[in-house]
């Protein structure tokens, strides 16, 4: 082993030179040889497959960036054109109870319907007027087609109504030809037929006739449409009859609330009335 590395020092130089030529041979054959093309197109295609692989990767990164942009674009745009369309529809529906002859609404307040609840016996509706609006308790709430209730609660900027299609709800009608009176009340169930009590059996009462709010009515003047008789039948004393409503509550959008009716002194009097056949 230490001659080997004597001789090693010794002609290290001509080893040195030997592997030079070697190498050198190596690679000139290797640049007359198909391999070294092969190597070469190889590391060309591998480039070009990496660059590729990731100009894609980046493009998709920049799309889901360009989609992401876009949609809170679309989203801001669907929002605007939201508000304009409920605004348009809101103008229609008011520009279509202002311009119905059939009602001067100068003096009443016009409200929306921003909610319902729905019920087989206890509808209620919400109104976004409130006392600020000048809006008070009992106030007559209506449309152009007829009657829909009165104001049963008051906030600052929001009323609740109590619809005719309330069991609670009962008001003085009379019918617009036979001059038949009697009291509209609403039993539940189907929402667009009411009933009317103690019309007597002696009434001129005749199917198709009208039933308006008569002057007995406490809180709505006279003269409201409130539906038309579609079935009468008889019973020992009076009439049973059935009312078909004027106004079409599953697409009631907006109202009007009339002023109170001022009746004091007969309030008065009512309130004394029963007051005396409560008395012993």
């Known amino acids: 082993m230490q001659k080997f590395s004597t001789l090693f020092r010794r002609y290290n130089t001509w080893a040195l030179f030997v592997?030079?030529?070697s190498t050198s041979l190596l690679f000139m054959k290797l640049q007359q040889d198909n391999t070294h093309i092969r190597m070469l197109h190889g590391a060309i295609e591998f480039t070009a497959f990496m660059a590729e692989k990731l100009t894609s990767y980046s493009y998709?990164?920049?799309?889901?960036?360009?989609?992401?942009?876009?949609m809170r674009v679309n989203a801001d745009l669907l929002s605007r054109v939201l508000i304009l369309e409920s605004a348009a529809?809101?103008?229609?529906?008011?520009?279509k109870i202002l311009a119905d002859t059939t009602i001067n609404a100068s003096g009443f307040i016009i409200a929306k319907v921003v909610?319902?609840?729905f019920s087989?016996?206890?509808n209620m509706l919400l109104i976004n007027a409130g006392w600020?609006?000048?809006i008070k308790k009992d106030m007559t709430v209506l449309t152009p087609a007829g009657l829909v209730g009165r104001v049963s609660a008051v906030s600052e900027?929001?009323?609740k109504v109590m619809p005719l299609i309330h069991t609670d709800f009962k008001v003085c009608v009379v019918s617009d030809k036979s001059n038949s009176m009697g009291v509209l009340s609403w039993s539940g169930g189907r929402e667009f037929i009411a009933q009317v009590e103690h019309i007597p059996i002696s009434s001129s009462l005749k199917l198709n006739e009208e039933m308006v709010t008569s002057e007995i009515s406490t809180f709505a003047v006279s003269g409201i449409p409130v539906g038309r008789v579609v079935r009468i039948k008889p019973d020992k004393l009076f009439y049973t009859v059935d009312v078909r409503l004027a106004v079409d509550f599953s697409s009631l959008t907006h109202v009007?609330?009339?002023p109170l009716k001022p009746e004091p002194e007969k309030l008065e009097m009512d309130s004394d009335n029963a007051a005396n056949e409560q008395l012993p």
């Open 60 to 70: 998709l990164f920049n799309m889901k960036k360009e989609n992401d942009r876009m």
């Open 115 to 117: 909610d319902r609840k």
């Open 157 to 159: 900027h929001y009323s």
């Open 19 to 21: 592997v030079y030529c």
């Open 256 to 258: 009007l609330i009339a």
């Open 120 to 122: 087989d016996r206890e």
């Open 89 to 95: 529809v809101d103008k229609r529906n008011r520009q």
């Open 132 to 134: 600020r609006n000048g």
